[in-house]
């Protein structure tokens, strides 16, 4: 079973659906990505096995059918109360829609039954639109929200820039 949850879009009449990715999918995906003019395009193949393996830590949201957004992730091995986003995108034509703002929370909310309670993902310092859609996220979710260095520039064979460790952790939980 694939269930569909639906959440009417106020502003446009379109009605976005959140679902987990298929491997027909990885094609769409792999061409936000690319279109994104952001994100490392990562192999047609790396989008299409993620799509069939780890579907049920990644989501993609459809509007008339087709996907026009996505996250890919996983459970952190060492920690696998932690999903670790790797990619979010939402093609151009439908941003400013809260589509990647609620792609994250759908993902969190389906994960949590499994034992999940917190998102890392890393971010490199120029991207302000990811910083504010996970910050965003925190607050939705009810998390805390903090950040540290994680992989230094030298670690990259290429121009890659840093990427800091940001992380949306449970509150304490207080006496
Ligand atoms: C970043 C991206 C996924 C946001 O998608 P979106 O559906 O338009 O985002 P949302 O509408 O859900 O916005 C969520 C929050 O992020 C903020 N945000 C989104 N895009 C922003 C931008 N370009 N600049 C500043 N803030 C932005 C929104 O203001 C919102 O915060 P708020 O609730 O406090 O107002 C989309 O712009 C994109 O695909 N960019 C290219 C790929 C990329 O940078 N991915 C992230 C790195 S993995």
């Not at 670690?155 to 949306?168: G, I, R, S, T």
Request: aromatic share 10%; hydrophobic share 35%.
């Amino acid at each position: 079973m694939n269930p569909i949850e639906t959440t009417p879009e106020k502003d446009t009449g379109n009605t976005v659906a959140f679902r987990r990715p298929r491997a027909r999918d990885g094609k769409r995906i792999w061409e936000i990505a690319r279109d994104s003019q952001v994100l490392d395009v990562n192999s047609s193949y790396s989008y299409v096995l993620w799509s069939q393996d780890f579907s049920e830590t990644s989501i993609v949201a459809e509007v008339d059918g087709e996907p026009v957004g996505f996250v890919t992730g996983y459970r952190r091995p060492a920690n696998p109360e932690i999903l670790m986003v790797w990619q979010v995108a939402v093609d151009a034509s439908q941003r400013g829609k809260q589509i990647a703002g609620r792609m994250l929370c759908e993902l969190f909310n389906r994960c949590a039954p499994d034992g999940v309670t917190a998102i890392n993902t890393t971010i490199s310092p120029d991207n302000e639109a990811s910083q504010r859609l996970f910050a965003a996220a925190a607050r939705t979710l009810g998390l805390q929200f903090h950040r540290e260095p994680f992989f230094s520039a030298e670690l990259f064979p290429d121009a890659h820039e840093p990427e800091d460790l940001y992380l949306l952790t449970p509150a304490p939980t207080g006496r």
